[in-house]
């Protein structure tokens, strides 16, 4: 959810910006574990994919 829009964001590691994404230490509510960090990056990939390529991922 955008704390300046209130609408729900297209992915749980979105930010209000489109196009950047916030994994590990700098997003909120992590629990500031390198393990952690790189499993998010990992996942925000697929993220990254459907934001670059809306109508192939």
Same mark, same amino acid.
Not at 2 to 24: D, H, K, Q
Not at 47 to 56: T, V
């Given at each position: ?9 297209? &992915?749980?590691?979105?930010? !209000? ?8 230490? @700098?997003? /909120?509510? &992590?629990?500031?574990?390198? !393990? ?8 925000? @990939?697929? /993220? ?10």
């Amino acid at each position: 959810m955008c704390w300046c829009t209130g609408r729900a964001l297209a &992915s749980p590691y979105a930010t !209000a910006r489109p196009g950047i994404f916030a994994v590990g230490d @700098v997003r /909120s509510g &992590s629990v500031k574990r390198v !393990a952690s960090g790189v499993g998010e990056g990992s996942v925000v @990939v697929q /993220s990254l994919h459907r934001f670059l390529q809306p109508g192939i991922a």
